[in-house]
């Protein structure tokens, strides 16, 4: 075997390697990719986990029942401050979850669940009706996007819950 021959196995040996290398590669940039998406959507879930928590602390909870069970214009300039807080904190959730979506960085589920949750609570009136005290805080296209998902959304009634809970208990009790 010529030194020559000897640098061309070596030269193949090389490329070999720096093939396998590439592919390696590769695979740790895949991998990386899908962790950077979990960690968004663990990120997404754990915010929007965490605002709907807070909306029934103590200091919060008898508003927001009365927003959710009521469309009655019965609230003071404070509590209206004070949802006008509580609404833009959501929804700044909801326009997190449509900018990672638009960059394909969470999943188009973890998206439409978020979109429910709007859904739910942008079917109600009263804060249908204070959506032009926050519509400001957002960027144009989520403005557009979310105005025109919640114009599609049929306009709900609140419901009595303790009235609906029964009823629901004793359905489920008669499935038993």
Same mark, same amino acid.
């Given at each position: 075997?010529? #030194?020559?021959? #000897?640098?061309?196995?070596?030269?193949?040996i090389s =490329?070999? =390697?720096? #093939?396998?290398? &590439?592919?390696?590669?590769? &695979?740790?940039?895949? %991998?990386?990719a899908r962790n950077q998406r979990a960690a968004m959507v663990n990120g997404t879930s754990a915010r929007t986990s965490d605002q709907l928590l807070r909306v029934i602390e103590s200091h919060n909870a008898d508003l927001w029942t009365r927003l959710i069970t009521t469309s009655e214009p019965n609230y003071t300039a404070g509590e209206i401050v004070k949802l006008m807080n509580i609404l833009t904190a959501l929804v700044l959730g909801i326009e997190d979850s449509f900018l990672l979506a638009r960059q394909n960085l969470i999943d188009k589920s973890m998206f439409e669940t978020n979109l429910r949750l709007m859904d739910i609570l942008?079917?109600?009136?009263?804060?249908?009706?204070?959506?032009?005290?926050?519509?400001?805080?957002?960027?144009?296209?989520?403005? !557009?996007?979310? @105005? !025109?998902?919640?114009?599609?959304?049929? &306009?709900? @009634? %609140?419901?009595? &819950?303790? $009235? @609906?809970?029964?009823?629901?208990? $004793?359905?489920?009790?008669? $499935?038993?």
């Open positions: 075997m010529t #030194l020559s021959d #000897l640098a061309s196995i070596g030269s193949l =490329a070999a =390697a720096v #093939l396998v290398s &590439l592919v390696y590669l590769g &695979l740790q940039v895949s %991998q990386a942008f079917g109600l009136p009263v804060p249908r009706a204070m959506w032009p005290f926050v519509r400001d805080s957002f960027v144009p296209d989520f403005v !557009t996007f979310f @105005e !025109t998902r919640m114009n599609a959304t049929p &306009l709900r @009634e %609140q419901v009595d &819950l303790p $009235r @609906e809970l029964v009823a629901s208990l $004793r359905a489920v009790r008669g $499935r038993s």
